[in-house]
């Protein structure tokens, strides 16, 4: 019988599993938090490229609007004055022909007094006091822009505002023909760019980016978790053999030591042992003739004979088994031990129903044994029911395992017997050894097989024995 592995002793490389996922995981966080890093990378780089972008627009359009309005104007009216028509349409017509086709969302000029003198939203001309720190480091002379956002709350979380605004302050010179050197400041120019359109398109991508690690990474934690199961279930089962092994060797040593002392103790117990069963038969003779009712002859010889299977039951529990594996039907072993057990079937009234699959497959095992195993299991059955009853026996086949049942209608093994059956020289009974259960136990092992008994769920007990077809350990079992 395969017998339970302590969990104590079963030791499977966790540390191994362990580090496995943790490394899975660690590379997961780290994959996200480069991610993360690239897609701030990519945002600061649309910025900055937004900035230089503006910077350049706004020398363009400085340039544009000094040739062709500041000085053209001057030279007409002798003084700039965007509030008559004549100078604002022509104002416009410029900046806008200059900023056509440039991803430009609203220009505005502001005077040395604060004042939008110009812009593409004509509500916001005349008013006072909108340009703000930008306006004043651009009138003395230097450029900035600022990123300006707005959204909800979990819009500004996730990154993506639902506007996203470049605004960029930058002086409006005077320039002084056939020179690099810019004249002074006339104003101010902000350009407001919206780059809403290409931060979505980042988010996108990081967005791609991270389901495409979250795919490879459940990949690799499918493949990984694939090898840690397969690598554990190898280490526990190597675990187990080595349990296995290990308590096979101590117990095969126990059992040569028991044998060799079985063995001497037998050999010394039998001789005398003959000699006083000998010796109450002659006994018996010689009292018949003149003290018939005398029965303490008879006592002896019959104490002998019990004694003398205990003896051989020690032998039998203690001798190594070599089965002689040859090919055997189970079905017919049962029938011999029917057969022999038939008188004591008939006396007792017993009820006995045997039940097979048709057709059973023949299987390699010593076929004397298993009937000395089987035959132990239904005295045991009958011993159970000193009154009488039925006892099933039903053998089923898988075409590489016979499996034999044997059920009984007595009172059923308590739960401490239960924990105690597999133990040598255990017994319930008054004039047992305890050693019927082993010797069964070590003819089903020898065979590469396995014993377990249960209680039914109706009345009694029930024994299963699983034997291979081939005579071969079953798969995963040494």
């Known amino acids: 019988m395969k017998k339970p592995i302590n969990k104590e002793k079963v030791k499977p490389f966790r540390l191994v599993k362990y580090f496995s996922y943790s490394s899975l995981i660690v590379m997961f966080l780290g994959t996200i938090a480069l991610s993360v890093l690239n897609t701030h990378w990519a945002r600061t780089m649309q910025r900055q490229k937004s900035e230089d972008y503006a910077i350049l627009l706004v020398e363009n359009l400085n340039h544009q609007v000094f040739l062709q309005f500041i000085i053209p104007v001057i030279l007409k009216f002798g003084k700039i004055q965007l509030r008559k028509p004549e100078q604002f349409t022509r104002m416009d017509k410029i900046v806008r022909s200059t900023l056509h086709s440039f991803n430009v969302e609203m220009v505005n000029i502001f005077d040395m007094d604060n004042i939008v003198s110009y812009s593409f939203d004509k509500t916001l001309i005349g008013k006072k006091g909108l340009g703000g720190t930008g306006y004043m480091n651009a009138l003395a002379g230097t450029s900035s822009s600022k990123v300006v956002q707005s959204g909800n709350f979990w819009e500004m979380l996730l990154g993506i505002p639902k506007s996203i605004k470049v605004l960029t302050f930058a002086p409006l010179r005077a320039e002084k023909p056939l020179s690099r050197i810019s004249g002074p400041v006339l104003g101010v120019v902000e350009i407001v760019q919206d780059i809403s359109k290409e931060y979505k398109t980042i988010f996108r991508f990081q967005i791609f980016v991270v389901l495409t690690i979250t795919v490879v990474m459940g990949i690799l934690f499918i493949v990984l978790l694939f090898v840690v199961k397969k690598g554990n279930a190898i280490s526990l089962q190597r675990t187990q053999e080595r349990i296995l092994l290990e308590e096979a060797l101590s117990r095969a040593k126990h059992m040569s030591s028991l044998g060799e002392m079985t063995a001497g103790i037998s050999h010394e117990i039998r001789n005398p042992l003959g000699i006083i069963s000998s010796s109450a038969e002659l006994l018996k003779k010689k009292m018949a003739g003149f003290d018939p009712s005398n029965t303490i002859p008879d006592i002896i010889v019959e104490e002998s004979t019990r004694l003398n299977n205990i003896i051989t039951d020690f032998l039998n529990f203690a001798k190594p088994i070599n089965p002689d594996m040859k090919k055997c039907r189970v079905e017919k ?146």
């Open 333 to 478: 072993i049962i029938d011999k031990n029917l057969a022999a057990l038939a008188q004591q079937i008939r006396d007792k009234k017993y009820d006995v129903e045997v039940k097979y699959d048709d057709p059973l497959p023949e299987i390699i095992a010593d076929s004397d044994m298993l009937y000395q195993a089987f035959l132990n299991i239904l005295i045991n059955a009958m011993q159970a029911m000193p009154g009488g009853g039925r006892i099933q026996i039903e053998i089923k086949s898988d075409g590489n395992t016979v499996t034999v049942f044997f059920k009984d209608e007595g009172p059923g093994i308590s739960r401490e017997v239960m924990d105690k059956i597999w133990n040598p020289f255990f017994t319930t009974k008054n004039q047992g050894t305890g050693l019927g259960l082993g010797i069964v136990k070590n003819i089903v092992e020898s065979h590469r097989g396995s014993i377990r008994i249960r209680n039914r769920s109706s009345a009694g007990a029930q024994v299963i024995i699983e034997l291979s077809v081939s005579g071969l350990p079953e798969s995963g079992e040494k």
